[in-house]
């Protein structure tokens, strides 16, 4: 929960932003950080107000394994945009994206976080939402992906001194008309955070012992649930697109929710013990 909420200012916030406050605690001046702290925890608050589901823990973990560990930065600050009261931000949890010099291959992650207390529900809700990201909705007439995109077009977060043209490069990707188009690829980046009873049992394993007897565990329940995914995406004809899983056991789903909406000053709702 400490880590999650370490990194709040980074998934919440513009990189600009960011970045000034940074350079200002550099030069001894702390106020501005202190403050985009209090900024972002507001806007967890008021996301929170304006849709349930949002402002969860499950969108920081991915943001900070996508960042840190695939090294695809986030294309567009979601939170931000969902507290504009002008706009209506729905569909994926977050928005990456990662280039390849070489091959000159953009790849866009598309963001889908669930925490249950039993994993295959998380499972078959990440696989709802995501054919539900990318089917017609009469309600919204129209696609959550394509809106996804339009705020990839019209909000990219960008942050350096060749801003402009890394805009104009990655807009060139999605205009059907450059050459671009037919070099980006997309992944669904999914995170399953679930209880694993397992998990309770390491205390009585010796220290020593404790990384390996874990290791050997979640192989064999990964294993099982990328089984169970498979059938699932098929179930909802999805087997033609590219995803990516991380899935990550703990003690008390509902324990870590109540204990970050606790540090970020959040109000809790038990009833569901879903996010």
Same mark, same amino acid.
């Given at each position: 929960?400490?880590?999650?909420?370490?990194?709040?200012?980074?998934?919440?916030?513009?990189?600009?932003?960011?970045?000034?406050?940074?350079?200002?605690?550099?030069?001894?001046?702390?106020?501005?950080?202190?403050?985009?702290?209090?900024?972002?925890?507001?806007?967890?608050?008021?996301?929170?107000?304006?849709?349930?589901?949002?402002?969860?823990?499950?969108?920081?973990?991915?943001?900070?394994?996508?960042?840190?560990?695939?090294?695809?930065?986030?294309?567009?600050?979601?939170?931000?945009?969902?507290? *504009?009261?002008?706009? /209506? $931000? #729905?569909?994926?949890? %977050? !928005?990456?994206?990662?280039?390849?010099?070489?091959?000159?291959?953009?790849?866009?992650?598309?963001?889908?976080?669930?925490?249950?207390?039993?994993?295959?529900?998380?499972?078959?809700?990440?696989?709802?939402?995501?054919?539900?990201?990318?089917?017609?909705?009469?309600?919204?007439?129209?696609?959550?992906?394509?809106?996804?995109?339009?705020?990839?077009?019209?909000?990219?977060?960008?942050?350096?001194?060749?801003?402009?043209?890394?805009?104009?490069?990655?807009?060139?990707?999605?205009?059907?008309?450059?050459?671009?188009? *037919?070099?980006?690829? /997309? $992944? #669904?980046?999914?995170? %399953? !955070?679930?209880?694993?009873?397992?998990?309770?049992?390491?205390?009585?394993?010796?220290?020593?012992?404790?990384?390996?007897?874990?290791?050997?565990?979640?192989?064999?329940?990964?294993?099982?649930?990328?089984?169970?995914?498979?059938?699932?995406?098929?179930?909802?004809?999805?087997?033609?697109?590219?995803?990516?899983?991380?899935?990550?056991?703990?003690?008390?789903?509902?324990?870590?929710?109540?204990?970050?909406?606790?540090?970020?000053?959040?109000?809790?709702?038990?009833?569901?013990?879903?996010?």
């Amino acid at each position: 929960v400490d880590f999650v909420y370490s990194r709040i200012i980074d998934f919440c916030l513009p990189r600009e932003k960011a970045r000034k406050a940074r350079e200002a605690v550099a030069a001894g001046d702390t106020k501005p950080m202190l403050d985009l702290t209090d900024e972002a925890k507001s806007l967890f608050l008021h996301a929170k107000k304006k849709n349930a589901k949002s402002g969860e823990p499950g969108e920081v973990v991915l943001f900070s394994l996508l960042e840190g560990i695939v090294q695809a930065p986030r294309l567009v600050a979601k939170m931000s945009l969902k507290t *504009n009261p002008n706009m /209506e $931000v #729905h569909g994926s949890d %977050a !928005i990456h994206m990662k280039y390849d010099a070489t091959s000159e291959t953009l790849t866009l992650y598309w963001g889908e976080a669930k925490l249950y207390g039993e994993l295959p529900s998380a499972l078959d809700q990440i696989a709802t939402s995501i054919k539900g990201f990318r089917e017609y909705n009469p309600e919204t007439k129209g696609i959550q992906r394509e809106f996804d995109i339009d705020l990839v077009q019209s909000h990219p977060d960008l942050d350096s001194p060749e801003a402009q043209a890394t805009k104009e490069a990655l807009l060139a990707y999605f205009d059907p008309y450059t050459e671009y188009s *037919n070099q980006i690829r /997309e $992944v #669904h980046a999914c995170l %399953a !955070i679930w209880d694993w009873d397992f998990c309770k049992t390491l205390g009585t394993v010796p220290p020593g012992e404790a990384e390996e007897v874990f290791k050997k565990k979640y192989l064999e329940r990964i294993e099982s649930a990328c089984s169970l995914f498979i059938d699932k995406i098929k179930k909802q004809g999805l087997e033609k697109f590219r995803f990516h899983f991380f899935l990550i056991p703990v003690v008390d789903v509902m324990a870590f929710r109540k204990r970050f909406c606790e540090k970020v000053g959040l109000p809790f709702d038990a009833g569901s013990g879903k996010a």
